[in-house]
Nanobody, 122 residues
Framework: QVHLVESGGGLVQAGGSLRLSCAVS????????MGWYRQAPGKQRELVAA???????NYADSVKGRFTISRDNAQNTVYLQMNSLKPDDTGAYFC????????????????WGQGTQVTVSS
């Protein structure tokens, strides 16, 4: 089984910073990509940032220049450094990993963490 555990959420004032971490463990052959999604009450879940195994990254337009995604492949951990936080960044943040579980697997599978709450006050 594959498990994702997020940490680092909290309550901060606008302009502050937080660093989220997501550690992946379990039966894994390789991780194709990892990313962060967020969901505010009454809104759809949206992609915040993603990083592919080769190192390329993607960001939502709303966080470009403020958030940075990085990973430690040796520890199967992904980070999201969030600076200059805004109230609109408030939401539950979920870690996602796209994983090839076995060397013989023809398909990739998505796994999700439980989520960590980020609240940014005015």
């Amino acid at each position: 089984q594959v498990h994702l555990v997020e940490s680092g959420g909290g309550l901060v004032q606008a302009g502050g910073s937080l660093r989220l971490s997501c550690a992946v463990s379990g039966s894994i052959f390789s991780i194709n990509a990892m990313g962060w999604y967020r969901q505010a009450p009454g809104k759809q879940r949206e992609l915040v940032a993603a990083i592919i195994s080769g190192g390329s990254t993607n960001y939502a337009d709303s966080v470009k220049g403020r958030f940075t995604i990085s990973r430690d492949n040796a520890q199967n951990t992904v980070y999201l450094q969030m600076n200059s936080l805004k109230p609109d960044d408030t939401g539950a943040y979920f870690c996602n990993a796209r994983i090839r579980q076995y060397s013989s697997s023809l398909h990739l599978s998505d796994y999700w963490g439980q989520g960590t709450q980020v609240t940014v006050s005015s």
